[in-house]
């Protein structure tokens, strides 16, 4: 049991780590600027972690920024004030991704002109049905050796979608309940104590108020775990942080 519920917490804060480290914050916002040995490193680690439900940079990227560009708008991929649960939002928003990902649909200028991490040949590999069976498998494969019951393998779907999974719940929650700090032009809120758990991922109104802020918490009781380590990946040299933040204490 010891071995499963590691293996559960360990994939879902890892795979967390590197959706908002990487794929939030540096493909779609750039908050900081690394070597491109290392943005290897990143984007490997993103792909290995998220495993089955890897999100590929580009389309990612693409996508966060039409986000926040009609946030809470009809033409924002998966505001939750356009669908009736969230289900129906994540099925909207795996179209419109899948679109770019296949460029079935071209993106307009205004959400590529900025950089992108492309690395065609791991993108294609990580993609790949194979692949994602492949990891889906070695997770089962974790559950037959260490689970105590077969009840624990109702915690494989999870397991299967952690990347869509974890972003189903910051689009939707992230836009439907909490606080605000800002009054922005959309619906976006702080839903907080999660905002800590999610490593900084549910302060949607801070983010939202300055997308350019690598510092997602903004009150002293608002703690954003994954800015925490970029401070330390650019005190030690590893990445150099575009701006360093100023917070709000009132």
């Known amino acids: 049991m010891v071995v499963i519920i590691t293996f559960f917490l ?4 890892l795979s967390l780590f590197f959706h908002t480290f990487f794929l939030h914050r540096f493909a779609s916002h750039k908050m900081y600027t690394t070597s491109k040995n290392w943005e290897r490193i990143f984007y490997v680690s993103t792909w290995f972690i998220q495993g089955s439900s890897y999100l590929v940079p580009r389309a990612y990227g ?28 994540m099925k909207s928003t795996i179209l419109i991704y899948r679109s770019f990902l296949t460029k079935k649909a071209m993106p307009s200028d205004e959400f590529t002109k900025d950089y992108l991490p492309v690395w065609e040949k791991l993108d294609k590999f990580g993609h790949h049905g194979l692949t994602r069976l492949f990891f889906i498998l070695s997770y089962i494969a974790v559950y037959v050796v260490f689970a105590p019951s077969a009840w624990w393998y109702l915690l494989l779907p999870i ?36 905002g800590i758990f999610l490593l ?37 040299g590893i990445i150099q942080l575009v701006r360093t933040p100023a917070n709000i204490n009132n």
């Open 10 to 13: 360990l994939h879902w804060f």
């Open 62 to 89: 693409v996508m966060h920024r039409m986000h926040h560009a009609y946030s809470d708008t009809e033409e924002d991929p998966h505001s939750p004030h356009f669908f009736k649960d969230v289900y129906q939002m």
């Open 159 to 194: 397991h299967f979608l952690r990347g869509p999974i974890q972003g189903a719940i910051v689009n939707w929650c992230g836009h439907k309940y909490g606080y605000r700090n800002f009054d922005s032009v959309d619906q976006s809120k702080n839903t907080g104590p999660w």
């Open 200 to 236: 900084g991922e549910l302060f949607q109104n801070n983010h939202h108020h300055d997308k350019t802020d690598a510092n997602f918490a903004k009150k002293w009781f608002e703690f954003d775990l994954t800015y925490q380590v970029m401070r330390g990946l650019n005190f030690i």
